[in-house]
């Protein structure tokens, strides 16, 4: 994999628009059900024919947090996506970086951030999946 030294290198890429598609924030509790605060988040989104299954969550012994993620194509979910480069981005800055392994899956821990916190998986030598962890 090839290291990204700056969020520039990755913004001169063509984006891929990705639509969120289930977000666990968004679920509406069942009427006389007590509200409670979710310790997990989970976000599903899809660009073209390609899926990408992200988890939110609290790192247990410190104040980081955890994206668990799992890329998988629509069309042929048995194709192989391993070794692509994954990339949490805020502002301008690369917080973390990451490959997915031999199932598409990656896990980044990071500090939150209140900057513009994005996944960024770029494809190919001129293609970028961005992704925002606040939609």
């Known amino acids: 994999m090839s290291r990204f ?15 969120l598609v289930f977000d666990t924030a968004a679920r509406q509790h069942t009427a006389g059900s007590r509200g409670h605060e979710a310790t997990s988040r989970h976000l599903l989104f899809e660009v073209e024919d390609l899926c990408l299954d992200l988890r939110l969550d609290a790192a247990p012994t410190s104040d980081l947090k955890v994206v668990v993620g799992q890329l998988a194509d629509r069309m042929d979910p ?18 973390a970086q990451t490959v997915s392994n031999r199932l598409g899956e990656f896990q980044v821990e990071f500090e939150p951030s209140n900057d513009d916190m994005r996944i960024c998986l770029p494809l190919g030598e001129t293609q970028l999946i961005e992704v925002p962890m606040n939609p």
């Open 78 to 95: 048995l194709k192989p996506l391993a070794g692509l480069p994954v990339l949490l981005i805020a502002g301008g800055t690369c917080l």
């Open 5 to 19: 030294d700056s969020a520039s290198q990755l913004m001169q890429r063509t984006r891929r628009t990705a639509k």
